[in-house]
């Protein structure tokens, strides 16, 4: 059974930095991009960064330079570390992995206070 566990949200003020964590159980993490998405209120999901398992990354426009992926493969773990962070990068952020299905974590909230 695959499983993707998120934790490091929380409440942080405009500026602030907060480390996002997903830990992969279940599959090949080694194999797999891995990605951030975040949804907030009222809009769609969107994609934040990707990391692939060569560790080629690309980022969304609104957080290159803010936003920074990574991964660990010997925890099974992908990271997403934010920096600077605006009120409008307030949103539920979400992991994914697209190998050999399509896999998403529960959710962390992140709420960023003006």
């Known amino acids: 059974q695959v499983q993707l566990v998120e934790s490091g949200g929380g409440l942080v003020q405009a500026g602030g930095s907060l480390r996002l964590s997903c830990t992969v159980s279940?599959?090949?993490?080694?194999?797999?991009?891995i990605s951030w998405y975040r949804q907030a209120p009222e809009k769609q999901r969107e994609l934040v960064a990707r990391m692939q398992f060569d560790g080629a990354t690309d980022y969304a426009d609104s957080v290159k330079g803010r936003f920074f992926i990574s991964r660990d493969n010997a925890k099974n773990t992908g990271y997403l570390q934010m920096n600077s962070l605006k009120p409008w990068d307030t949103a539920v952020y979400y992991c994914?992995?697209?190998?050999?299905?399509?896999?998403w974590g529960q959710g962390t909230q992140v709420t960023v206070s003006s």
């Open positions: 279940g599959l090949d993490f080694r194999g797999a991009p």
């Open positions: 994914n992995i697209l190998h050999r299905g399509n896999y």
